[in-house]
């Protein structure tokens, strides 16, 4: 698409867009005097639906009325609140339901799903990640192979972008495989990079796991609710994902757990287990040898935080009502967008680093600026603009196509040029 660089142009793109209304049903922050914020943290917490005030307290009022009951009365009764969270959950993420639940917190679900799918040998130790990791999955990697008295020095392979570069680079993930694939047993990258918003090929690199033997999971914190994920297409053999970021559910809010449907039910997958992956129908009934669950289910261990849920299913109806496909379609225009009025500064001390290919990234830009300290992030934020700073020199930003403006893309532009020639 042709973009100008004026306000009138941003404010037509606004005028013409068919989710602009969507911006209306959330809670936009403001400054001390009530002027809405220039908002581009989604990717770190998403902005809270209005609606999700009322799914929340219907669950309270629930309790106070009925106490214990609520597990299995009222209109969403307790016992199955998870299950009314999965189909609009498998199709964010292009999965089949039952390989999708909702459950914990996003590391716990990581290392749960390493307890089943990183299963060392003598032969088969190592683990694969990409070098700039989030920290959390780096930490959690480690002491999974400390926990299997693995020295993470020799059993953790990082790939790693070239020197002078900042991406990763596929023709090294294949020499990698090539040179150490036997040795892997699991490979896990973070679908989206929390850093340079780099969208992995998530089938290329699953084949490529599979094809040496290797278990293959990627982290979708930063994809989930942002790119069309296509997990079950993938062939990933699980994913991982959080629901407080694109997804809108409220600060450290449950995560979402993907596990493909050839391993749905194999009781002699190793596991943790608790009585919430133990069969439905003699849950209750106590005393019961253990009776695995179906499908991603089958990895749950404890009755869920219900008040968090409730938040969960107020925005997945907001996803339901826009659809995914629509929400990309939006988002790449933004993004586009944004990357336009950005080249415009003509300002060689910025740098995008994020992939410029439109199908290799999801709304997220990170900026880099040359000889740049955090200064230049909280001047940003003295004028309103919400976005974060992350070491050493990147400021990320995204246009979240649910409630973001075309007009908030031409406004932060505009505060960031006087800023870079204060
Ligand atoms: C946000 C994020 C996390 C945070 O983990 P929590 O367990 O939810 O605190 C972990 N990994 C990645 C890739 C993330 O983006």
């Keep these: 698409m042709k973009f100008q660089s004026g306000l009138e142009f941003a404010k037509h793109l606004d005028a013409t867009d068919e989710l602009s209304e969507f911006r209306t049903q959330f809670h936009i922050p403001t400054d001390q005097s009530g002027k809405p914020l220039i908002y581009f943290c989604g990717n770190s917490l998403g902005l809270q639906p209005k609606v999700t ?58 290392h749960l799903m390493m307890a ?87 089938k290329r690199i699953t084949r490529l796991g599979h094809q040496y033997g290797c278990m293959v999971g990627f982290d979708c914190a930063h994809g989930a609710g942002n790119v069309a994920l296509n997990l ?103 993004t586009e967008y944004f990357e336009f009025m950005l080249a415009a500064l003509r300002d060689d001390r910025i740098e995008v680093i994020t992939p410029k290919n439109i199908n290799e990234r999801g709304c997220q830009l990170s900026i880099r600026i040359k000889n740049a300290d955090r200064s230049i992030h909280d001047k940003l934020t003295k004028a309103g603009v919400i976005s974060d700073w992350r070491e050493p020199d990147v400021i990320r930003v995204a246009p979240v196509p649910l409630y973001n403006r075309f007009e908030d893309i031409f406004q932060m532009v505009q505060l960031f040029k006087i800023i870079l020639n204060d």
């Design 232 to 334: 079950h297409d993938s062939e990933a053999d699980f994913a991982i994902w959080c629901t407080y970021k694109y997804l809108n559910s409220g600060p450290g809010s449950l995560s979402g757990c993907f596990v493909h449907e050839r391993h749905a039910d194999k009781p002699e997958l190793n596991r943790l287990s608790g009585w919430w992956n133990h069969n439905k129908e003699t849950r209750f009934n106590m005393r019961q040898p253990f009776d695995q669950l179906f499908g991603a289910e089958g990895w749950q261990l404890s009755n869920p935080p219900i008040l968090s849920m409730a938040a969960i299913r107020a925005s997945l109806n907001l996803f339901k009502t826009a659809g995914m496909p629509a929400l990309i379609d939006k988002s790449k225009k933004l």
């Design 116 to 202: 089943s799918f990183f299963q060392p040998t003598k032969s088969r130790f190592k683990i694969l990640i990409e070098s700039d990791v989030f920290p959390s999955d780096k930490y959690a990697v480690e002491s999974q192979l400390r926990h299997h008295h693995l020295d993470p020095q020799e059993s953790l392979i990082l790939w790693s972008p070239r020197a002078g570069e900042i991406l990763p680079n596929y023709d090294d993930l294949e020499q990698i495989m090539k040179d150490q694939g036997n040795e892997i047993a699991l490979v896990m990258i973070g679908g989206v990079n929390y850093y340079t918003g780099q969208y992995f090929d998530l």
């Design 53 to 110: 005030k009322s799914f929340v307290e219907t669950e309270l009022d629930k309790w106070a009325q009925l106490g214990v009951e609520g597990h299995t009365q009222g209109h969403f009764p307790w016992l199955h609140y998870h299950e009314f969270l999965t189909e609009a959950m498998a199709e964010i993420v292009g999965a089949k339901n039952h390989e999708v639940v909702v459950m914990n917190s996003l590391t716990v679900n990581l």
